[in-house]
């Protein structure tokens, strides 16, 4: 940028002609300073040097260089103190700046770094397939460690970052998948197959694309002797109850039980009244067990649920009491589940030998997302 551009106390990489050499200071014994003044058209900046003669003496006046450094002074004297220095010769006009910490400079990392690579040569292991190289358009492992430190220009340099930004990405996956594979439980609630579609004739509207997508993506975990663990987020009204609802549909065809925990007793009466709208009128019945339930009507549907005799159980924290069996729990649906702690969620997902599970928010915070991992 130009000289009368840089702001004070911030970096900046300024390109000027020296003006002048101003003689040096001998501030104390081992301690020189030398000066220089470089200027462009628009303004003039001193260059502080401390203790470095060769330096000193390799500017000419006259000659153009490049100066990187935090720029002080005031608005009308500015300084740039023991700058990276390039002149017009050098041959890579990019170089790297590194976070340093007490007792490194940048000149001595980039010795370093340079040193190191010229030992390893062609010894770095390349862990991508050619022929994922080429579909990706990717360059080498070498070629970009090379160029992610001294890049020949910005084109390798744009090169070398998105060949290291894949191979993060590469290794998050990959451990993702490892973890995945870790935690796969095997299962023997099976839910044949159906279809978004199937559901979807039985409701007085028509699903959303993204409901389509997330039914079939459901269906097909369930369907197979993996138990499923997904997560279904969208905001408030979005439709997310109506997955679950063609879920369970799909469950009590099956022959399996699904329950679904609220955390506050209106949620789960919101849920009871939206699920019984789209499933009683397939023939699937529907119960609600809360805290507010009378005594004997928590016996009749606590008996009813052990029974076989009601397929889905929408409720509270009375979902997991010890009274509270299912004869054939297949399917686990929890709505916010960051307001349940951990222990509750995992007795009623103990209700149902590996049963599958289905999380709905409308806010998933980092350890729900983690959860779900």
Same mark, same amino acid.
């Given at each position: ?5 840089? !702001?004070?106390?911030?970096?900046? $990489? ?20 030398? !000066? ?24 000419? $006046? ?6 990187? =450094? ?8 500015? +300084? ?22 007490? =007792? ?5 990392? !980039?010795?370093? $770094? ?16 050619? @022929?994922?190289?080429?579909? +990706? ?27 290291? /930004? ?13 973890? !995945?594979?870790?935690?796969?439980? +095997?299962?023997?609630?099976?839910? @044949?197959? =159906?279809?978004? +579609? ?38 408030? #009204? ?5 997955? *679950?609802?063609?879920?369970?549909? &799909?469950?009590?065809?099956?022959? &399996? ?22 499933? @009683?009128?397939? =023939? ?15 016996? %009749? ?12 159980? $929408? ?11 299912? %004869? ?21 997902? #103990? @209700? ?17 997302? *983690?959860?779900? /991992?």
């Amino acid at each position: 940028m130009d000289i009368a551009d840089t !702001r004070l106390n911030e970096n900046a $990489v300024v390109q000027g002609t020296i003006v002048k050499k101003l003689a040096p200071a001998h501030i104390r014994k081992g301690m020189t300073i030398y !000066r220089v003044i470089a200027a462009d058209e628009t303004a003039d900046i001193t260059i502080v040097i401390y203790n470095s003669e060769y330096l000193y003496n390799s500017f000419a $006046v006259g000659k153009s260089y490049s100066f990187y =450094g935090k720029v002080t002074g005031n608005i009308l004297r500015r +300084e740039m103190s023991s700058p990276m220095v390039l002149n017009d010769s050098t041959e890579n006009r990019i170089q790297p700046l590194y976070h340093l910490t007490e =007792g490194l400079t940048q000149q001595l990392l !980039r010795v370093t $770094v340079k040193n190191a690579l010229s030992v390893l040569g062609g010894e770095i292991l390349e862990p991508v397939p050619k @022929k994922y190289l080429l579909e +990706e358009q990717l360059a080498s492992l070498p070629y970009a460690l090379e160029n992610i430190h001294f890049p020949k220009d910005s084109h390798a340099l744009e090169l070398a970052k998105k060949r290291l /930004v894949f191979d993060e990405f590469l290794a998050l996956q990959l451990g993702m998948a490892l973890i !995945r594979s870790r935690s796969v439980r +095997e299962t023997d609630r099976i839910i @044949k197959g =159906g279809s978004a +579609e199937e559901f979807e004739a039985g409701l007085p509207f028509r699903l959303t694309s993204a409901q389509k997508r997330a039914i079939g993506e459901c269906l097909a975990d369930m369907s197979s002797s993996k138990a499923m663990n997904r997560l279904i987020q969208g905001d408030v #009204g979005s439709g997310k109850t109506a997955v *679950a609802a063609a879920c369970a549909y &799909f469950a009590a065809k099956s022959g &399996f039980q699904t329950a679904l925990m609220a955390p506050t007793e209106i949620l789960a009466s919101q849920h009871y009244e939206t699920l019984s709208g789209f499933l @009683k009128p397939m =023939g699937v019945k529907v119960c609600l067990l809360t805290g507010s339930v009378s005594k004997k009507d928590k016996t %009749e549907i606590k008996e009813a649920l052990a029974s076989g005799e009601y397929q889905v159980a $929408v409720g509270t924290h009375a979902l997991i009491q010890d009274s509270t069996v299912f %004869e054939r729990l297949g399917l686990v649906i929890t709505d916010e589940q960051h307001r349940f702690g951990v222990e509750q969620r995992a007795k009623l997902s #103990g @209700k149902g030998k590996n049963a599958h599970k289905l999380v709905m928010s409308a806010t998933p915070i980092p350890r729900t997302l *983690a959860l779900m /991992v």
